[in-house]
């Protein structure tokens, strides 16, 4: 199931090992539980995915990348948008750059380290080794043949010189939980730079882009908060949403889920992006994702009852129907929720 | 034991009970009894009672577990409880499913996988028999076998399995994790809540001499 096209509605099925390999942290907890009670990974195909797919498919390369942004209600399926992007790129062949979930940078940290590169900076040891280390299990083949073309120091001892395959500086980043954000930031310039020569085709998906330019709930040792651009971590991954590469296209979720200090009924760019953040992501494609059409409703109920996911006598009935219909609004996420203990 | 009401209620006695099923209205008038008929006469003259919140007309809405939600909530917080309650079910639904996925063929269709049905055997299958009361007799309390009513046997089975489940766990696991583990056990006859209703059992069957004294 490589390239879906006319097939809007169907679902199509991931072999589980291309799962390991190309999500390793990408996927919705639900969505993994479901994998596993399944034994069989299962996305629908909706249509602001086939608009993607097109724009992906047509994109001149040589131009900037151009910014695509998926916003959509709470619980309508962005992320799982964005997962299928990302398997149909990985699929083609396409160095990917996942960040599931931005908003797990901006809060819950533990340990903030002072940055050894920059004085006022922070870093994020922990997230950045997790990062890394599904950066590597997902990308293994471009972190062999792509090469560094500057020398970089890591302390005292470590360097890496010139031409060594980029997967050395992943290891250091690993080894070095010190200076884990550091690789990132490093290996994130390496591949900007190198993608202008067209030997591979770039794709950065976020989600939660909100995230970089909204507040954080972390605070420094002496009580004062952190502002986002203060973290390596937000502070490159804003370099890789800018549009002066090229070769190369980039696709983000808003989440509100996620997102600090804002209501839960902002859904619109505008609203959960913040001024700062519309003005750095300013001319974007917008791709909204509405609930399910009636189409896509009776494919997803198909679906549960194929499966012997609705065990409920009542719930093969036309009333059954109709009341999950109603219960949900043909909201992904309610059905989802209310398919459960059914 | 039990001589005074204690609950009562205000409504005049020609009130009539609200009736949710759609069913029942679905039905044109040929197709209804005798009583059934009386009844929809009736309802056309006299006035309804108002229908309690946690009464539903949807289809998916069981009694028995609406009960039991009652009964697991705590401080008046049903939200929480029914949530717990949804994910048990789910947690029960999964189990199931992976034990079909992994069986052999002959096996598939011995498993169970709907959670309320495997609800509904559980608690059937923790209910007691025979009960034990206090009965006083010459100044002395005795343990008297006696038999229980459908409602108080209903209500022993889910106080049993509620109360087996809060205490005997490992600090760390939730409450869905250990409902649906005790849940399968029962409907299986084995776990814990089946030995209590054994040892009530087998109480009532030590203290059998007493018996007659039910009588005066």
């Known amino acids: 199931a490589k390239h879906t096209e006319q097939h809007e509605g169907r679902h199509y099925g991931i072999p589980l090992e291309e799962v390991k390999a190309v999500f390793p942290h990408g996927l919705p907890s639900r969505f993994q539980q479901q994998i596993q009670t399944f034994n069989e990974a299962r996305v629908m195909v909706r249509k602001p995915a086939l608009e993607l797919f097109s724009y992906l498919r047509s994109s001149n390369f040589a131009h900037p990348a151009v910014r695509y942004v998926i916003y959509g209600e709470r619980g309508t399926g962005k992320t799982m948008i964005l997962c299928h992007v990302v398997h149909f790129c990985s699929r083609q062949g396409w160095l990917v750059l996942h960040v599931p979930d931005a908003h797990l940078w901006v809060k819950n940290c533990k340990e903030l380290l002072q940055s050894s590169y920059k004085k006022d900076r922070l870093d994020q040891p922990l997230q950045a080794s997790v990062w890394l280390k599904n950066f590597k299990i997902s990308n293994e083949r471009f972190l062999r043949e792509l090469k560094t073309q500057k020398k970089y120091v890591w302390g005292t001892r470590e360097s890496t010189e010139e031409g060594r395959p980029l997967g050395e500086v992943v290891d250091q980043g690993l080894a070095r939980v010190r200076s884990a954000s550091d690789a990132v930031g490093v290996l994130l310039k390496e591949i900007k730079q190198q993608s202008h020569r067209g030997s591979f085709q770039l794709l950065v998906a976020v989600d939660g882009v909100n995230a970089l330019w909204g507040r954080t709930t972390l605070r420094k040792e002496d009580k004062s908060p952190v502002s986002p651009e203060e973290l390596t971590l937000v502070h490159n991954l804003r370099k890789m949403v800018m549009n002066n590469w090229s070769g190369g296209a980039i696709v983000t979720t808003l989440s509100q889920t996620g997102s600090l200090f804002k209501p839960s009924s902002a859904y619109l760019p505008q609203e959960l992006l913040g001024k700062e953040g519309f003005d750095a992501l300013d001319p974007f494609v917008p791709i909204p994702v509405p609930n399910y059409s009636p189409m896509e409703f009776e494919s997803c109920y198909g679906y549960y009852l194929e499966r012997r996911w609705l065990q409920h006598e009542k719930a093969r009935t036309e009333d059954g129907k109709a009341e999950l219909r109603f219960l949900s609004g043909s909201n992904p996420r309610q059905l989802d929720r209310l398919a459960g203990p059914l | ?216």
Not at chain 2, 118 to 136: E, R, S, V, W, Y
Not at chain 2, 168 to 181: F, I, V, Y
Not at chain 2, 191 to 215: D, T
Request: with cysteine.
């Open chain 2, 1 to 216: 034991p039990r001589l005074m009401q204690v609950r009562w209620s205000r409504y005049n006695p020609s009130y009539m009970e609200p009736e949710v099923n759609k069913e029942f209205y679905r039905k044109p008038l040929e197709e209804l009894t005798e009583e059934e008929r009386e009844k929809v006469e009736l309802k056309a003259v006299r006035p309804i009672k108002a229908a309690p919140p946690n009464l539903s007309s949807s289809v998916f809405s069981d009694p028995m577990v609406s009960k039991f939600t009652n009964m697991m909530m705590r401080d008046g917080n049903k939200v929480l409880a029914r949530s717990l309650m949804t994910q048990t079910l789910e947690t029960i639904k999964r189990k199931q499913l992976e034990k079909y996925h992994k069986a052999p063929e002959n096996e598939k269709e011995t498993i169970e996988c709907n959670p309320y049905v495997i609800f509904h055997q559980a608690l059937k299958n923790c209910q007691p028999i025979i009960g034990l009361t206090n009965i006083t007799k010459g100044g002395k309390t005795y343990q008297v076998p006696v038999p229980l009513k459908d409602n108080r046997k209903r209500f022993l089975a889910m106080k049993w399995m509620i109360t087996e489940c809060r205490e005997n766990k490992h600090r760390r696991t939730m409450m869905p994790e250990k409902l649906s583990q005790e849940l399968l056990l029962a409907f299986n006859n084995e776990g814990p809540v089946i030995k209590r209703k054994h040892s009530l059992h087998k109480m009532a069957e030590a203290n059998r001499a007493y018996a007659h004294f039910r009588w005066g």
